[in-house]
């Protein structure tokens, strides 16, 4: 019996609380509210779920729903499984809303994420299923720091490497903090046995000198980098690099992309697939060959009292309505299209539905003719960070000191830049997601290749790229969301605190088919 | 024509300042000492350079040299190429000074290197051959917010997670200097201006409240991580966790280990090679085919105004003595056993010869029968640092979330208890990592495999791990160890900057070919 195996038990017999009491002794506590896949079983005979959907949502509930017994279909919008795990590769064509159609022209072997991208190490959710379908993970770089962090009035316009400001920041914070206690400002604070450890501390942590100064040297250099690196041989002692000045750091405001790595979803190990995010998808879609109807645009979802009904159309030739029916149904449609559907549910679902925005986000891929950013910059990976409209520049985590081509993200805009280029055509974005990089790369001039560019707002599936909650529209609306609706539950991103994540589609699968079984033989028993 | 052979030009033309000056108009001023391979040509017909040693400087400079056209041999005491550069994998047999024999036992694919392990981003030397060899690289993750920091004393022995203690020490220094500011203490160093920068900054840096408290919240948890994450579905609400405080984060004195990542040498990303560092050397002993002698124990070198000849004789079956001789030598023997070869340089390299230390240091490798740190912990490579003899455990950095059986590096020991651990015998230092390490993984006890440990000290092909300069000793003697003596050059990580880093044998052995060349057409053109 594993651990695993062991709370469950003790899960089922003695409750949640109980639970988590034991997982608390096991070590295990309070690490994650992902308590395994479920393991259903002893569906009626005969019992049906509709699923609507193919992304990772619908196909995580139709796993799980179809081990535990029932017969399960899924209808999909799209010709492929995933939604928005999604990956273009050389030969893909993606036609946007408004009638642009793009065909991605990348070299064999590499690709550009248009939707989710990283896997961090705490979504055990997702991490299961690559693990039971066989998805080869390998890391994805997000703090590099010898990527830059550029402000277009910062430093002149000249971008500035991570681990630079990074050190020049702390070191100034290490040194103010070390002075004011030697000062003796924080003895209303600080006990002196806890000042003495804190003045120890900063000076490594900061890389103070004997004084307690950020200043130029050896221990600096080490952290913000040479001015000429240590090598081997006559002519290879270091020279070292001069701190910036504390007015200069703050002054470029550089430092507020300092904590991205700090963040809890963004914190190492992230990972990726090999070979692109949709891999995913593609091996979930393999798994559940021949239950999903694909190209099946859903028009009218209908419940009664014996089951759920849903016509659909052919989403490439709109033609005669067809009619899938179930007796229940698991709805996965974003609810930026959800809401655009009749559907019979009670008036709080209803007001959910409709309730949700959806952000505006545009991801644009760029094939360069060589990995300048690896050949002349020594960037492996890893974001830089941008005030200008791009936002970001990330370096493929992938192929890493190879010859050849590269595929950059050569954009990831959100907000009001977002709606700006969601109205251009997707060539015009490429331009301009060129013509900015190149503020900071100036090879994107000559070794620009080709690109692809991916409008979320634009999207036929999604017409958007998440649910954008508020503090008071989730307050208002989200448990009215996840309860069942006599015979329809909803699953998605949207129906999670974890927005925009893979991992919140996942967990609020497994969530809706738990309490849809629990329901269903509730019935039965009654 | 490439910038790198602009450079070239331009530094061959008008000398290494205009050359700087032009790295630096281009933007690559002051990043690397690494010119790229010097691009050697024009060997006088039937020079020849007998090379001992074929570890990476060895093996550098062969393949740089024969390509310049002179005729190269290596003698190698080893029967295997690399030197430290060095991959365990099952099946293979160690034999360390002393006597003791160990089978590694590793399943199929598992590997542990005993030597170096990881390849910083600025290693531009080794990367380069890493590329030109066609040695595929996948990242090393040595930072892993889900880690643990350990202190025996601390917390009671119970491990903590590097991201907890992370955002709590940053948590209160922020808290503790934005208070300062407010006070009006910092109003003698920093302007008003620049104050009111510092304190939105720490806010946001620190994960600080409106009022600049470092509290229990959601921003703090998205930081150290919360008692229950976010999830999907109904009961997915995050719960958040309790920071520690600042009096309990200094005692625990888990600070010390904060800073690792930040060290130049450590920072993202780094790399190792798919499939165990030995790789590299695998992969310089195929290009190099023919040219090793190896099993080829040096016993004199001995040089006169014609040439160089090295005495040797079989490593493993000492008796008859040989000699190799050549026009010219690069010795990449390491100073602890150099040191104890008759050899005739001058005062001044002999001095240096015999002047330096080597660390010792051990590693042991183990296997565990199931990679329970993945499954049952979240951990995915990055290192755990404890203040136990063992002082490191590091997971790995491949294979991630794969079934099966996985190997730890269980132990990387420094200073006086590598020498207790030297002392004993393998199987004892495999007994005591297992039992140090069962301290933070109880797992250890009921899932631990088989293992290997390699003292440094008791290697036969260096009798120490790497030399251990200290600033007085580079004073006196680093520079007389780089001048060629005559018709000697040596070459390896004690001759470099970077010691114990394989860069610093890469560079150090184009930096000797450089100048063995130049004296060479010199003596030509004389």
Same mark, same amino acid.
């Given at each position: 019996?594993?651990?695993?195996?062991?709370?469950?038990?003790?899960?089922?017999?003695?409750?949640?609380?109980?639970?988590?009491?034991?997982?608390?002794? @096991?070590?295990? !506590?309070?690490?994650?509210?992902?308590?395994?896949?479920?393991?259903?079983?002893?569906?009626?005979?005969? !019992?049906?779920?509709?699923?609507?959907?193919?992304?990772?949502?619908?196909?995580?509930?139709?796993?799980?729903?179809?081990?535990?017994?029932?017969?399960?279909?899924?209808?999909?919008?799209?010709?492929?499984?995933?939604?928005?795990? $999604?990956?273009?590769?050389?030969?893909?064509?993606?036609?946007?809303?408004? /009638?642009?159609?793009?065909?991605?022209? =990348?070299?064999?072997?590499?690709?550009?994420?248009?939707?989710?991208?990283?896997?961090? #190490?705490?979504?055990? +959710?997702?991490?299961?299923?690559?693990?039971?379908?066989?998805?080869?993970?390998?890391?994805?770089?997000?703090?590099?720091?010898?990527?830059?962090?550029?402000?277009?009035?910062?430093?002149?316009?000249?971008?500035?490497?991570?681990?630079?400001?990074?050190?020049?920041?702390?070191?100034?914070?290490?040194?103010?903090?070390?002075?004011?206690?030697?000062? &003796?400002?924080?003895?209303?604070?600080?006990?002196?046995?806890?000042?003495?450890?804190?003045?120890? *501390?900063?000076? &490594? $942590?900061?890389?103070?000198?004997?004084?307690?100064?950020?200043?130029?040297?050896?221990?600096?250099?080490?952290? %913000? /980098?040479?001015?000429?690196?240590?090598?081997?041989? @006559?002519?290879?002692?270091?020279?070292?690099?001069?701190?910036?000045?504390?007015?200069?750091?703050?002054?470029?405001?550089? $430092?507020?992309? @300092?904590?991205?790595?700090?963040?809890?979803?963004?914190?190492?190990?992230? =990972?990726?697939?090999? &070979?692109?995010?949709?891999?995913?998808?593609?091996?979930?879609?393999?798994?559940?060959?021949?239950?999903?109807?694909?190209?099946?645009?859903?028009?009218?979802?209908?419940?009664?009292?014996?089951?759920?009904?849903?016509? #659909?159309?052919?989403?490439?030739?709109?033609?005669?309505?067809?009619?899938?029916?179930?007796?229940?149904?698991?709805?996965?449609?974003?609810?930026?299209?959800?809401?655009?559907?009749?559907?019979?549910? +009670?008036?709080?679902?209803?007001?959910?539905?409709?309730?949700?925005?959806?952000?505006?986000?545009?991801?644009?891929?760029?094939?360069?003719?060589? %990995?300048?950013?690896?050949?002349?910059?020594?960037?492996?990976?890893?974001?830089?960070?941008?005030?200008?409209?791009?936002?970001?520049?990330?370096?493929?985590?992938?192929?890493?000191?190879?010859?050849?081509? &590269?595929?950059?993200? /050569?954009?990831?805009?959100?907000?009001?830049?977002?709606?700006?280029?969601?109205?251009? *055509?997707?060539?015009?974005?490429?331009?301009? !997601?060129?013509?900015?990089?190149?503020?900071?790369?100036?090879?994107?001039?000559?070794?620009?290749?080709?690109?692809?560019?991916?409008?979320?707002?634009?999207?036929?599936?999604?017409?958007?790229?998440?649910? *954008?909650?508020?503090?008071?529209?989730?307050?208002?609306? #989200?448990?009215?969301?996840?309860?069942?609706?006599?015979?329809?539950?909803?699953? +998605?991103?949207?129906? *999670?605190?974890?927005?925009? $994540?893979?991992?919140?589609?996942?967990?609020?699968?497994?969530?809706?088919?738990?309490?849809?079984?629990?329901?269903?033989?509730?019935?039965?028993?009654?």
């Amino acid at each position: 019996m594993t651990r695993r195996d062991l709370l469950r038990v003790i899960g089922l017999s003695a409750g949640g609380a109980a639970m988590y009491q034991a997982m608390s002794s @096991l070590g295990l !506590a309070a690490e994650s509210p992902y308590k395994g896949t479920p393991k259903l079983q002893g569906a009626p005979h005969g !019992a049906s779920v509709l699923i609507l959907g193919a992304g990772l949502a619908g196909m995580v509930a139709a796993y799980e729903l179809r081990q535990a017994g029932y017969r399960v279909q899924l209808l999909e919008y799209n010709p492929r499984p995933g939604g928005r795990n $999604w990956t273009l590769r050389g030969g893909d064509t993606y036609t946007e809303m408004g /009638g642009y159609t793009q065909h991605c022209r =990348f070299d064999r072997g590499l690709y550009f994420n248009p939707g989710p991208w990283r896997i961090p #190490y705490h979504h055990r +959710g997702l991490l299961d299923y690559c693990k039971k379908l066989g998805v080869p993970l390998e890391p994805f770089v997000q703090i590099n720091h010898n990527a830059y962090l550029h402000g277009a009035k910062a430093f002149g316009g000249k971008p500035q490497r991570y681990r630079a400001i990074n050190a020049d920041y702390r070191g100034h914070v290490a040194e103010l903090l070390a002075k004011a206690t030697q000062q &003796g400002k924080l003895d209303a604070q600080v006990s002196k046995d806890d000042q003495a450890q804190l003045l120890e *501390s900063l000076r &490594g $942590w900061g890389a103070l000198d004997d004084k307690y100064a950020y200043a130029k040297g050896p221990d600096v250099s080490n952290r %913000r /980098g040479y001015d000429k690196p240590p090598g081997g041989g @006559l002519s290879a002692r270091p020279i070292d690099s001069q701190p910036l000045q504390l007015h200069d750091v703050l002054d470029s405001r550089l $430092w507020r992309s @300092l904590t991205e790595g700090e963040i809890y979803e963004f914190q190492t190990t992230l =990972f990726q697939p090999v &070979g692109g995010m949709g891999r995913i998808g593609e091996a979930f879609g393999r798994e559940l060959k021949g239950l999903i109807h694909y190209n099946a645009k859903v028009t009218a979802i209908q419940q009664d009292e014996r089951g759920v009904t849903a016509s #659909y159309v052919d989403a490439r030739h709109p033609g005669a309505v067809r009619q899938a029916r179930a007796d229940w149904c698991i709805c996965t449609i974003p609810l930026s299209i959800l809401s655009q559907i009749p559907i019979n549910v +009670g008036a709080p679902m209803a007001a959910a539905i409709g309730a949700v925005p959806y952000a505006a986000t545009v991801k644009v891929g760029l094939q360069f003719k060589r %990995r300048f950013w690896e050949e002349d910059e020594d960037i492996y990976g890893g974001l830089t960070a941008t005030d200008l409209p791009i936002n970001t520049i990330s370096y493929p985590s992938n192929d890493f000191n190879s010859r050849g081509k &590269g595929v950059l993200l /050569g954009a990831y805009i959100w907000g009001l830049d977002a709606y700006e280029f969601t109205a251009m *055509s997707p060539d015009e974005r490429i331009r301009r !997601a060129v013509e900015y990089g190149s503020q900071i790369h100036p090879q994107y001039k000559t070794e620009f290749d080709n690109g692809v560019a991916v409008a979320w707002h634009r999207s036929p599936f999604t017409m958007g790229c998440f649910a *954008s909650w508020s503090e008071a529209l989730r307050a208002k609306h #989200y448990d009215n969301l996840c309860q069942i609706d006599r015979r329809i539950a909803l699953a +998605g991103e949207h129906v *999670s605190y974890l927005p925009a $994540w893979q991992e919140g589609a996942v967990t609020s699968a497994l969530d809706a088919v738990e309490r849809l079984h629990q329901r269903v033989m509730a019935g039965v028993a009654g």
